[in-house]
């Protein structure tokens, strides 16, 4: 009966506290990357931002990933003041604090790594494929001496934990949909990296794997 109630009792705690940090989280992380992204512009004189030829399939994979980005921080922003976890279709067998922790902790974890990887790339940070007369240069050194694509690897992290921090069918459809679309986009990444370096991306391609 006592662990029964100490369990009631950190649900009560930590829940609403993760909840109200799934809100938080999604606008500063929105924020953040508008400011970046309108700075770097205002500074560089062109933007970071690439979607791709219309209709192809980067501008497909950059414009799911949005309405997705989008969704979740709605939700994530209503579910501070309203009860939506019925609609969300909440999995409560998986709803308990330990799981809820661990999602947070990896959402953390994975805005760390993202801010880390963006800042080691310096210069050379690219959202989508840059054109061909961009001046970025191929990264082979650091985190990418290990994964070709470390920034993918902390994006998909963060999902997970996102899909522990509201365990729920929604976290999940956005979860198994950001998992797809960034799997599709690296290969997207990889053929147009292939293209630019030639010979020197097929050497750095055969020596680091492209995740782990």
């Known amino acids: 009966m006592a662990n029964l ?3 009631n009792a950190s649900m009560d705690l930590i829940e609403p506290a993760v909840r109200t940090f799934l809100g938080i989280f999604f606008l500063m992380i929105g924020l953040q ?6 700075g770097l512009y205002a500074r560089m004189g062109f933007s970071h931002i690439h979607y791709g030829a219309r209709g192809k399939a980067t501008w497909w994979h950059r414009h799911i990933f949005n309405v997705f980005r989008a969704a979740i921080l709605l939700v994530c922003l209503a579910r501070i003041f309203v009860d ?8 409560a ?20 790594a993202v801010n880390y990887l963006q800042a080691y790339m310096h210069e050379d940070w690219r959202s ?19 994964s070709r694509n470390p920034l993918f690897l902390a994006v998909m992290t963060g999902q997970l934990g996102f899909f522990l921090a509201l365990p729920s069918a929604f976290s999940l459809v956005c979860l198994v949909a950001g998992v797809l679309v960034i799997t599709r986009q690296a290969k997207e990444e990889e053929k147009a990296l ?17 995740w782990f």
């Open 84 to 91: 939506l976890d019925g609609w969300l279709g909440v999995f």
């Open 194 to 210: 292939a293209q630019r370096f030639g010979q020197d991306y097929e050497v750095y391609r055969a020596k680091v794997p492209r």
């Open 5 to 7: 109630l100490n369990q």
């Open 33 to 38: 990357f508008s400011a970046r992204t309108l």
């Open 93 to 112: 067998w998986l709803y308990h604090w330990p799981v809820l922790l661990a999602g947070a902790v990896l959402l953390l974890a994975s805005f760390t």
């Open 128 to 146: 989508g494929i840059a054109p061909t007369a961009d001046k970025a240069r191929l990264l082979t050194q650091g985190p990418y001496s290990r």
